[in-house]
T-cell receptor, first 109, second 113 residues
């Protein structure tokens, strides 16, 4: 079983839609969590960190459920520019970022 | 953007030849990582470094070696390139601490023919 699991998608949604991605992790000792965004043929970039109490950044909301070992990302009012691959990242005691395979989002007009 | 550069950005090499990829940072971050990214596999850790001359293996280290003689440089060497090592290679850096962001270089597209 891979340490960080994501549904690869693609999620194909119209502009203005709300879309949610989930990610599960296997290591209960994991301590920090992130969502990264990767555009085609580009490097990954941090979208947002995920805090225990949940956090919001504009149209993006991240949640963490430690008991069930999953994190989620909610995107409201999707824009064409949100089309990308979203990577779930988990860090344990070794500080090494472990990546999920990514979820592809396509927002169409 | 974080000061991290990879070289070369693209390379085509022949099977059996050694190849060295370079990652250079100007951020003085302690941790440096090499990942490879392949369709269906996502980003997989090859090797990482937690300080000068301190390195360790990752998930897919076979056929690769690394060196870090200075804080700013982390070299990845394919000792004898094989077609299965055709991939996009990303270097990343981060500072010490759980909630610190990892910054990525722009990637090196390597083709082994």
């Amino acid at each position: 079983r891979k340490e960080v699991e994501q549904d690869p998608g693609p999620f194909n949604v119209p502009e203005g839609a709300t879309v949610a991605f989930n990610c599960t992790y296997s290591n209960s000792a994991s301590q920090s969590f992130f969502w990264y965004r990767q555009d085609c043929r580009k490097e990954p970039k941090l979208l947002m960190s995920v805090y225990s109490s949940g956090n919001e950044d504009g149209r993006f909301t991240a949640q963490l459920n430690r008991a069930s070992q999953y994190i989620s990302l909610l995107i409201r009012d999707s824009k064409l520019s949100d089309s990308a691959t979203y990577l779930c990242v988990v860090r344990g005691g070794s500080y090494i970022p472990t990546f999920g395979r990514g979820t592809s989002l396509i927002v169409h007009p | 953007d974080a000061g991290i550069t990879q070289s070369p950005r693209h390379k085509v090499t022949e099977t059996g030849t050694p190849v060295t990829l370079r990652c250079h940072q100007t951020e003085n971050h302690r941790y440096m990582y090499w990942y490879r990214q392949d369709p269906g596999h996502g980003l997989r850790l090859i090797h990482y470094s937690y300080g000068v001359k301190d390195t360790d293996k990752g998930e897919v280290s076979d056929g690769y070696s690394v060196s870090r003689s200075k804080t700013e440089d982390f070299l990845l060497t394919l000792e004898s390139a094989t077609s299965s090592q055709t991939s996009v290679y990303f270097c990343a850096i981060s500072e010490f601490g759980q909630n610190t962001e990892a910054f990525f270089g722009q990637g090196t597209r390597l083709t082994v023919v």
